[in-house]
Structures are given as C-alpha cells and as structure tokens.
C-alpha cells in the first residue's frame, strides 16, 4: 500500500471513529465542540499551504473565512440553497478573493504582504458593515433546519461536514506536499530570486497556493451562520480567528500537513476546555501563553522537537 493510500485509508479510518465515540456520548455539546476544533483544523491547514509551504504570512484569514460565512448568508437569503451548495460556492468565492489577492499583493515580500492581507480583513468588514442586504451591522439570523437526512440532529450533520472538509484539507495539503506545487514552494520560501532565475514560475505557483488557501478558508466559514444561528460581522471578521490560525501552526510546527494539525487539536481542545471550566474571555491568553512557550522552547513546533529527539537519538 502506498504511502497516500495509507494516509487516506488513515484519515477514513478517523474519521468514522470520531463520528462512532461522538453518538456514544450523545451529547449535543460534543458535536459543538467537536465542530470548532475541525474547524480550526481547517484553517491551520489552509495558513498553511501559503505561510508554511510558501513562506508568506498571510494576516487575512479572517477575511477569507467571513466571506464563506457571508456567502451562506446571501445564498439562503436570495435563494434558498442548501448549505452543502452553499459550501461549495463559499469556496469559489473565497478561492477568488484569494486569486484577486494574490495578484494584486505577491508582488511585495515580507511584512508588506501580510499587512496588505490584514488590509483585505478591514475593506471586507467595511463594505459588509454598510451592506444592509447582508445584514449590515446589526448582523443576520438564520433558522436552521430541524433535522438533516441520515444524521440525528442538525449538529451532527454540521459536525459531519466539518469533518469531510478537514479530511480534504489534510488530504489536499499532503497532497501539495509530494508535488511539483509543493516542491516549486518549497524553492519560493528558501530563496524566491534564486527559484526564480532558476526558471520557477514563482507567481504562478504562489497565485495557485493563495487560491487553494483562500478556498479552504471560505469553506470553513460557511457553516458558520448555522452554526451560530446568528452572525456580525464584528464577530465574522475576529481577529481570534488570524491569531489563532498562526498560532496552531506555529505550535504544531510549518512545513507539514501534520504540524497545523496538531497545533489546532492542541489549542483548541484547551480552548474549549477553558470555556467550561474558566471563561471564553481566556482562551487569547491561553494561545498567548502556549505560543511564548513554545517560541522559547521548541521555535519549530512540536513536529521540529520530534526530529530534534530523533536526530540526536539517531546521531547516539
């Protein structure tokens, strides 16, 4: 068996056990909370594909996963799709923006890169403020269904769908990593002048990660208006979401679909685990103080800790 039929056989085999252990417990809130660490895991993964593979650090994550959340809004609104339609569109949408992004911002490097992503949050979150079809400021409501073919209850299903697109990510993102995109990448984010005297369409290659990014992102956010039943864009545009995005990959460890995933799990579950016990108002202050921990002992994430031991214990 090949090494992507493993990880596909792998990430099925997961998957249907979480979905098994989740209607053991038949809880609601564990589809809840099941939910939003999928949906972290998401986002970490898809930061990745550009930050990580391509070494640019994208501010705007918000801004992706608002516009998949806003495109569910509108889509339901003017006609009545279905959220798996929805997702799919959000996608499109989101994969777009990051198109449209890419081309206007990868020409800059660096910290001006990411400030023009940051710049995308805040137009987005303007024009969706003054845009009273979408909700405007006062925000949107959405009913959700009462129950959803095959599935117990509409948390499940959002549950199950989370799930799918974390699958797929991670499925993508491994992908990208045994190609020639992700070889081209990995070129752009050790010496992007070289790669590119050496004949690497570096533009092309980064249009193309911006995009998948985007996409992933986008699709992420559109279940959120049913997740959530209600929706600002105050709290469609959270900065929690860019913050916690960087932070699970850098934890978990760049470069390698598996870091974002760890990180998003670790965080996450702590996160979550911090609103029932504490408050939501800590779960930043968790991120800060895991992040300095990590930055001080482990700089390349938990994955670079493990080579690290490994080197050593093969260099014994």
Same mark, same amino acid.
């Given at each position: 068996?090949? *090494?992507?039929? &493993?990880?596909?056989?792998?990430?099925?085999?997961?998957?249907?056990? $979480?979905?098994?252990?989740?209607?053991?417990?038949?809880?609601?809130?564990?589809?809840?909370?099941?939910?939003?660490?999928?949906?972290?895991? %998401?986002?970490?993964?898809?930061?990745?594909?550009?930050?990580?593979?391509?070494?640019?650090?994208?501010?705007?994550?918000?801004?992706?996963?608002?516009?998949?959340?806003?495109?569910?809004?509108?889509?339901?609104?003017?006609?009545?799709?279905?959220?798996?339609?929805? %997702?799919?569109?959000?996608?499109?949408?989101?994969?777009? $923006?990051?198109?449209?992004?890419?081309?206007?911002?990868?020409?800059? *490097?660096?910290?001006?890169?990411?400030? =023009?992503?940051?710049?995308?949050?805040?137009?987005?979150?303007?024009?969706?403020?003054?845009?009273?079809?979408?909700?405007?400021?006062?925000?949107?409501?959405?009913? &959700?269904?009462?129950?959803?073919?095959?599935?117990?209850?509409?948390?499940?299903?959002?549950?199950?769908?989370?799930?799918?697109? =974390?699958?797929?990510?991670?499925?993508?993102?491994?992908?990208?990593?045994?190609? &020639? $995109?992700?070889?081209?990448? @990995?070129?752009? &984010?050790?010496?992007?002048?070289?790669?590119? @005297?050496?004949?690497?369409?570096?533009?092309?290659?980064?249009? +193309?990660?911006?995009?998948?990014?985007?996409?992933?992102?986008?699709?992420?956010?559109?279940?959120?208006?049913?997740?959530?039943?209600?929706?600002?864009?105050?709290?469609?545009?959270?900065?929690?979401?860019?913050?916690?995005?960087?932070?699970?990959? !850098?934890?978990?460890?760049?470069?390698?679909?598996?870091?974002? %995933?760890?990180? =998003?799990?670790?965080?996450?579950? !702590?996160?979550?685990?911090?609103? %029932?016990?504490?408050?939501?108002?800590?779960?930043?202050?968790?991120?800060?103080?895991?992040? +300095?921990?990590?930055?001080?002992?482990?700089?390349?994430? +938990?994955?670079?800790?493990?080579?690290?031991?490994?080197?050593?214990?093969?260099?014994?």
């Amino acid at each position: 068996m090949s *090494r992507a039929l &493993r990880l596909h056989f792998g990430l099925l085999v997961t998957g249907l056990a $979480l979905i098994v252990a989740l209607r053991l417990i038949g809880n609601d809130y564990a589809w809840y909370t099941g939910y939003v660490i999928l949906q972290y895991v %998401v986002l970490a993964v898809a930061w990745n594909v550009l930050a990580g593979y391509a070494g640019y650090v994208n501010f705007g994550t918000a801004a992706f996963f608002a516009a998949g959340a806003y495109t569910t809004i509108i889509l339901t609104k003017a006609l009545n799709l279905d959220l798996l339609l929805c %997702v799919l569109v959000a996608g499109m949408v989101s994969g777009g $923006l990051g198109l449209g992004m890419g081309w206007l911002t990868l020409r800059l *490097r660096g910290v001006y890169f990411s400030i =023009a992503t940051l710049s995308l949050a805040v137009v987005l979150q303007t024009l969706v403020v003054n845009w009273h079809y979408a909700g405007g400021a006062s925000g949107a409501y959405t009913m &959700r269904p009462q129950g959803y073919a095959f599935f117990g209850n509409y948390s499940e299903f959002l549950f199950v769908l989370m799930l799918v697109m =974390a699958l797929g990510g991670i499925a993508v993102a491994a992908w990208i990593e045994r190609s &020639r $995109l992700g070889l081209g990448l @990995a070129t752009i &984010r050790d010496d992007e002048r070289a790669a590119a @005297a050496a004949g690497v369409p570096t533009l092309r290659l980064k249009l +193309i990660a911006t995009a998948i990014s985007g996409a992933m992102m986008g699709m992420a956010g559109a279940p959120l208006p049913y997740y959530a039943s209600y929706l600002n864009p105050e709290a469609a545009f959270s900065l929690t979401y860019t913050i916690n995005a960087m932070a699970m990959v !850098l934890i978990g460890g760049m470069q390698s679909w598996a870091g974002p %995933v760890i990180g =998003a799990v670790l965080l996450s579950v !702590l996160q979550q685990g911090a609103t %029932v016990t504490i408050s939501s108002a800590g779960n930043l202050l968790i991120v800060g103080g895991v992040l +300095i921990l990590f930055v001080t002992l482990a700089p390349r994430g +938990i994955l670079g800790l493990i080579r690290a031991r490994r080197g050593k214990g093969g260099g014994a």
